[in-house]
């Protein structure tokens, strides 16, 4: 599987959003220090608001 923003392979650990996009550690991680906003921030591919404390989820099966 490959990361949705690198679109490099997610390796060691991925991340899913509620809305379904996968994402790696390290591309989740840097969109999350850019956003502004404390509580949540947006999908990158599809804009849903993401909360920092209850949505995202890691996986490490990939």
Known sequence: ????????????RAY????????CRACISGFQQRNTRVEYFECPCCRSSVWFSKHLRAFDDY
């Not at 599987?1 to 060691?12: A, F, K, R, T």
């Not at 899913?16 to 994402?23: D, E, M, Q, T």
């Open 1 to 12: 599987m490959e990361c949705q923003i690198c679109v490099e392979n997610l390796g060691d």
């Open 16 to 23: 899913s959003l509620p809305c379904g996009h996968i994402y």
